[in-house]
C-alpha cells in the first residue's frame, strides 16, 4: 500500500531554514508527480509545490516563489522541501501527497515559525 511518511519539522526563527522530507513506498516512485501541501489553523489545505517525475520542472505557490525549492531522489524514493527565509505566516502542517486514481497523504509534520 501507498505510504508516505514526513520528517524534519520544527521550531525556527523567522528568517530562518529547515529542510523537510518525505520517504515514499508501496508505488513506483519515478513514475509520479509529487506534491508538499501545507495547512495552517483555522485555513484551507494549500499546494506549496509540485516536482515533475523526473525532478526537472517544479511548480510553486506565489507565496513561496523564490524562498522554497522542492526536490527529489528517484533511487531512494525521498522528495524534500528546502524552507528559506522563513516567516511566521509559514507555520502550519506540511503535507507529502501522491496521487494515484485517489489522493494519497502522510501524516504530516509541523513546522512552526516564531522567535
Known amino acids: 500500500q501507498v505510504q508516505l511518511v514526513e520528517s524534519g519539522g520544527g521550531l525556527v526563527q523567522p528568517g530562518g531554514s529547515l529542510r523537510i522530507s518525505c520517504a515514499a513506498s508501496g508505488f513506483t516512485f519515478s513514475e509520479n508527480t509529487m506534491n508538499w501541501y501545507r495547512q495552517a489553523p483555522e485555513k484551507e489545505r494549500e499546494l506549496v509545490a509540485s516536482?515533475?517525475?523526473?525532478?526537472?520542472?517544479?511548480n510553486y505557490a506565489d507565496s513561496v516563489k523564490g524562498r522554497f525549492t522542492i526536490s527529489r531522489d528517484n533511487v531512494n524514493n525521498m522528495v524534500y522541501l528546502q524552507m528559506n527565509s522563513l516567516k511566521p505566516e509559514d507555520t502550519a502542517v506540511y503535507f507529502c501527497?501522491?496521487?494515484?486514481?485517489?489522493?494519497?497523504w502522510g501524516q504530516g509534520t509541523q513546522v512552526t515559525v516564531s522567535s
Open positions: 501527497n501522491v496521487q494515484i486514481w485517489t489522493s494519497y
Open positions: 516536482i515533475s517525475r523526473s525532478g526537472r520542472i517544479a
